[in-house]
């Protein structure tokens, strides 16, 4: 089945620790979404890609960081992660953007704990 | 500010029973509306999108309603069952396509 597919979905880090989650899609979506959802929060969209146009929001911080080396994959980097990154990481996708109401499809998450 | 926001914070009914949640939005200019489904520890699914002109969307025994003018909506579950628990958010993208999440509605079902 098409589907959005992280890895791992339980990640342990130490404090400083760079740490890489990873996030997979079979359903060919031009966007792909990294959000941060702590407990009882909503979800807090980090960056997006539209292709290969990276788009960060103005409020994430250096620490993290993005690649999307081609449609399928996506990765959060967190270079020196800290115990106030512990939370679990959304990767979603989408076909598009802007006009039609376009579906945003989410992963299950990868659970990050820092030690 | 374009806020979304949800009541009840959360909710317990017993399995079989009826419920109504609520979404209050001040997103402007409009769009669309969500509904999403999150259970504990996983990724929110969709279950249902209503646009400007859509007051009421069935997806099984989630009713969903949209009132545009006074903009609030309703997710209305129906004969719940024990899987129905959850975290259930209401989401309303902004121009910019960015997605406005509430803070959701904890529903726990008991037999």
């Known amino acids: 089945d098409a589907m959005v597919i992280q890895n791992p979905r339980y990640q342990v880090t130490q404090f400083g620790k760079p740490v890489t989650l990873s996030c997979s899609q079979t359903l060919n979506h031009n966007v792909m979404y990294w959000y941060q959802q702590k407990s009882s929060q909503a979800p807090k969209l980090l960056f997006h890609y539209y292709d290969k146009d990276f788009n960060n929001e103005a409020d994430t911080p250096d620490n993290f960081q993005s690649r999307r080396p081609n449609t399928s994959f996506c990765f959060l980097d967190i270079r020196s992660p800290g115990l106030g990154d512990a939370a679990m990481y959304l990767c979603?996708?989408?076909?598009?953007?802007?006009?039609?109401?376009?579906?945003?499809?989410f992963g299950p998450g990868t659970r990050l704990t820092v030690t | 500010k374009n806020q979304v926001e949800q009541s009840p914070q959360s909710l317990i009914i017993l399995e079989g029973k009826n419920c109504t949640l609520q979404c209050n939005y001040t997103v402007s200019p409009f769009s669309n509306l969500r509904w999403y489904k999150q259970d504990t520890g996983r990724g929110p699914v969709s279950l249902t999108i209503?646009?400007?002109?859509?007051n009421t969307k069935s997806n099984g025994r989630y009713t969903a309603t949209l009132d545009a003018d006074t903009k609030q909506s309703s997710l209305h579950i129906t004969a719940s069952q024990l899987s129905d628990s959850a975290s259930y958010i209401c989401v309303v993208p902004e121009d910019t396509d960015k997605l406005i999440f509430g803070t959701g509605t904890r529903l726990q079902v008991f037999p």
């Open positions: 979603a996708t989408s076909r598009d953007m802007s006009g039609a109401p376009y579906e945003q499809y």
């Open positions: 209503m646009t400007f002109s859509e």
